[in-house]
């Protein structure tokens, strides 16, 4: 029988019952190589909440609304099915949705909080482990808000974002890649169209 591993990273930190949250995964066997997996995540019923199926190297995301019953994330190999329980959902808590994509000049961040009794919330980008954004996020008018970040001030490289409450604990964080789309003006030839292993290749 194969060995398959399943790691599960809710976006943020933490997933909360009744809030929509992104959850990435990781799929390997038991020499650590990656795998190329199809599942879904099912209730303590047996109800389909979600499905997914991994891109590149085993890696990819699915979305799906978590209650505090344990949910399982299923797989099938070679007609067996492989059962792995999801991260136990808080009862209360924030969660974040950050979009890196859409944009080249800005990172758009979304805040979805239950339970959490702060009206405000201190969200700080953080690059090379030095201050570059700090934003007061006021959310007296619900518990959903959205706003944005200019990526055009930060270093290219990897910023976290992090969401603090008032007493400077952090809620959520999340790493972010950023860049601002520029291309060097390189031109790469190689010796050779195709190699063999540990060959030695040649670049002009």
Same mark, same amino acid.
């Given at each position: 029988d194969k060995v398959i591993n399943m790691r599960f990273y809710p976006e943020g930190g933490n997933l909360v019952a009744g809030l929509n949250s992104r959850v990435a995964f990781e799929a390997t066997d038991e020499n650590g190589t990656p795998m190329?997996?199809? #599942?879904?995540?099912? @209730?303590k019923s047996g109800a389909t909440l979600a499905e997914f199926k991994s891109g590149h190297e085993g890696r990819g995301t699915f979305d799906y609304r978590p209650s505090l019953? =344990?949910? /399982?994330?299923?797989?099938e190999i070679d007609g067996k099915v492989h059962s792995f329980e999801l991260p136990k959902? =808080?009862? !209360? #808590?924030m969660v974040i949705r950050v979009d890196n994509l859409s944009s080249n000049d800005s990172i758009s961040i979304k805040l979805n909080k239950k339970g959490v009794n702060d009206k405000i919330i201190a969200s700080a980008v953080i690059?090379?482990?030095? +201050? @570059?954004?700090?934003?007061?996020? $006021?959310?007296? =008018? $619900?518990? @959903? %808000?959205?706003? /944005?970040?200019? /990526? !055009?001030? +930060?270093?290219?490289?990897?910023? !976290? %974002?992090?969401?603090?409450?008032?007493?400077?604990?952090?809620?959520?964080?999340?790493l972010a890649f950023t860049h601002f789309g520029k291309r060097s003006s390189i031109n790469v030839t190689t010796d050779k169209k195709s190699y063999e292993p540990n060959d030695l290749v040649k670049l002009n």
């Open positions: 190329n997996v199809t #599942g879904k995540v099912v @209730s019953e =344990q949910a /399982k994330a299923q797989v959902a =808080q009862e !209360r #808590g690059c090379g482990g030095i +201050l @570059s954004s700090y934003t007061i996020v $006021g959310m007296e =008018q $619900g518990d @959903s %808000i959205e706003y /944005k970040v200019n /990526k !055009r001030r +930060l270093p290219a490289g990897v910023a !976290r %974002i992090v969401l603090a409450d008032a007493e400077g604990k952090i809620i959520a964080d999340r």
